[in-house]
């Protein structure tokens, strides 16, 4: 039974923070390449950055700059740091991997 749980979503302000975490269980986490991904209203789900087994990091143009992603291999989480928000960051957002597994999602909600 493979779970990933996200956390830390919530309402702030524009150029406010959250940090997002993702809590994954049912496989053994440190091969996998992990992914924040985010759905807004009408919209279709996107990707917002990855992380490899490795530590290296991609990022979507929009959050270059301003997100962080970061995984604790040895508490099997995934983070996203997100400074600096914006009305456009609102959406609900998701961690995954194997492009086949996925979270529930958090709701992230900037308002102007």
């Known amino acids: 039974q493979v779970q990933l749980v996200e956390s830390g979503g919530g309402l702030v302000q524009a150029g406010g923070a959250l940090r997002l975490s993702c809590a994954v269980s049912g496989i053994i986490f440190r091969p996998y390449a992990m992914g924040w991904y985010r759905q807004a209203p009408g919209k279709q789900r996107e990707l917002v950055a990855t992380i490899s087994s490795s530590g290296q990091t991609n990022y979507a143009d929009f959050g270059s700059g301003r997100f962080t992603i970061s995984r604790d291999n040895a508490k099997n989480t995934v983070y996203l740091q997100m400074n600096s928000l914006k009305p456009e960051d609102t959406a609900v957002y998701y961690c995954?991997?194997?492009?086949?597994?996925w979270g529930q999602g958090t709701q992230v909600t900037v308002s102007s």
């Open positions: 995954g991997f194997g492009g086949a597994f």
